[in-house]
């Protein structure tokens, strides 16, 4: 290595190391803040009903991070003080391999937690190992209750957690967590240029060119495009907004898979002409990558990035005013519309659990919009949440990101995932092929063709075709 090659290397390695040490810095400041806001609201606390004849031990299971254990833990101190004869415990594990964990442990019918907290994109897996029970009859013992989180949770998010999906299922979990797969933008720098939001994908690759500026170190597109899941649901995100579906229909006669079509075709070539403007973390970036690149400034647009409150906080970024979210755009094909995909966490009674009564009095505490107590949803916000209830989200709008999860919530979302127990294996094979396409390991053809053969077998394997 010449002097001038090792001045280089040197000076990068130095500034990688200073910005970890800043991302560490406004880490522990932003838990610091999170923890004072969540403190103010215990203390300040008062309960308008009791209810001491509940009585028990739950044990929570779930991934630790801002919008997983932070939030229940944000939400016991309250709960507590409406149940004083529960004990909550928490069961918290690195997210790394939670859900791994967890169905291994739903397999052998484990009863050493009662409720866990987890995407609902596992339901389909969890529910085929007979880990889970209906919540219906739960439910329908608080009719007003009941009625008010139906009516607060947007039907599109809470049909998630019905087995079978969709408004025929029965709940089989309730949720206080909403996410989705939007746009991000600088609202400032779209401004400064003169560019609307993009509401087409024609206009989304026009406007990236436009702020593509690497000499200044601005990106005019990012994505979380990392090969497998985490670019599958990118893949799958702009085949929804051109007109595709998985199959042609998902019912007995059908499951064929549809993604060697039109809609297929139009959604690799936009996600190809938009790599041209990509920063270059997108290749091998997740959720988090892409949120630093927004927090730095480095990133000005993201037609489809996964949602986080976390650009909301100001210890976090000094862009937290000027990065907005809207809905993603649109594309040409038959069925095109401006739909983002929906995520999103929530609890369900593990069969197998001891304590059904008391785990049920957690849940639906946790779940709670304003009609029970605003101090619940304004304890997760806190906490660093993402509330899926309107009552809480119309409060919160002062967050960017909640006023753009309150728009793109209702607007005829779909899910990210469909709900078969196969999903997640199709979700990171489609990502696997839209990778090898962009990144030049297959004619767009070949990769397309893979994605219907791939899943094909897949769904042969599980018995779909009779």
Known sequence: MN??????????VEQVAHDRRQWLSRRRLLQASSAAAVAAIAATYQPREVFADVKGTVTLYFAEGKRWGDTQRAVQPLFNKVYPNVEVRFAGQPIADFFQTVMARMSVKTPDFDVTYIDWGRFPGLHAVDAMISIEDFINQDAAWRDDYL????????????IPSGSGGQLHGLTSDGNAALTFYRKDVLDQKGIAVPATWDEAIEA???????????YGHISNFQRGAWAGTIFWGVHATCGGWWFDKMEPGGWNPAFATDAGYEALRIIEQLMKYAHPVSFN???????????????????????????????????????????????KSPGAARKAQMGGLGHMLNKHGANHDAAWAWMKFFNSGDFTDPAIGDAIVAAGGQPARNSTLSRHTDRNFLAGLAKVMPANPVGYLMQIPEANAIQALMGEEAADFVNGQKDIDAALKSMDDRVRRLMEDGGYYG
């Open 151 to 162: 009516a607060d949770v947007p039907r599109p998010v809470s049909d998630l957690y019905r």
């Open 208 to 218: 990236s060119k436009a702020l593509h500026d690497p000499s200044n170190g601005v």
């Open 285 to 331: 970036a997740t959720e988090d990558e892409v949120n630093k690149a927004f927090a730095s400034g480095a990133a000005a647009y993201g037609p489809l990035c996964w949602g986080t409150a976390v650009l909301n906080d100001p210890t976090f970024t000094d862009l937290h005013e000027v990065i907005n979210f809207d809905l993603p755009p649109a594309g």
């Open 3 to 12: 002097n001038d090659n090792h001045e280089a290397y040197r000076h990068i």
